[in-house]
């Protein structure tokens, strides 16, 4: 049973490395600056930005400049197709992460809380809360979640993301990076954490009252 588990988190911490060193050796804004040319074609956009969307998760870049993009090119109409692009790209770490992390104590405490919160209910509570996309897709991989439901909450729960970063790109007179960090803003984190925090609240309150009865029978 060793030599599997040493193999996984061989292979593990292999894709790890290899994404570092896309990140680092990859720029942001070259990219942006060929997906500004590919505008003036929208199916040569499109197809340049399915393309973004498949490797993303290699590049360690956040979501939102998926949504930036398509802002810059189409405008608010482009709010469904960001979408998709946002679902298309956090699907390869789901799939990765339900694959090789199913076994810890980590996949166990997360698969307590799916069976409890429901797994559309957690996966928009997750997407919801301003971090990190795809530590949100590990997450939903290694807790068991199915894929349908990992689809429909990653949509659901990424919808004001989208908006935000196809707003931000609609406004943009460039592509550039920074622009991706234009469209977090403060108000907009701050009101979807609350609302994560009321889809989760009553699992944690039933979660936290059967440890306070466990401790008191004890």
Not at 45 to 52: D, G, R, Y
Not at 82 to 97: D, Q, R
């Amino acid at each position: 049973m060793r030599r599997p588990r040493f193999g996984v988190r061989v292979g593990v911490g292999g894709v790890l490395a290899a994404v570092l060193v896309a990140a680092a050796v990859t720029s942001p804004d070259a990219a942006l600056n060929r997906l500004a040319w590919a505008t003036a074609d929208p199916t040569r956009f499109v197809a340049a930005a399915v393309c973004l969307a498949l490797v993303r998760p290699l590049l360690a870049w956040p979501t939102t400049i998926l949504a930036v993009v398509v802002g810059y090119a189409f405008g608010v109409v482009g709010v469904p197709f960001a979408l998709a692009l946002i679902v298309l790209t956090s699907v390869p770490p789901f799939l990765f992460a339900r694959r090789v992390g199913r076994e810890s104590r980590v996949a166990a405490a997360g698969e307590a809380f799916v069976e409890r919160t429901g797994d559309v209910r957690s996966v928009v509570a997750s997407r919801l809360v301003p971090a990190p996309s795809d530590v949100v897709s590990v997450a939903a991989g290694v807790s068991g979640v199915r894929l349908r439901a990992f689809v429909v909450g990653t949509a659901v729960g990424e919808t004001p993301w989208a908006l935000a970063g196809v707003l931000a790109g609609a406004s943009a007179e460039t592509l550039a990076a920074g622009d991706v960090a234009g469209a977090m803003d403060v108000r907009l984190a701050a009101a979807t954490a609350f609302v994560a925090a009321v889809l989760v609240a009553p699992t944690l309150y039933e979660w936290y009252g059967e440890r306070t009865r466990d401790g008191d029978a004890a």
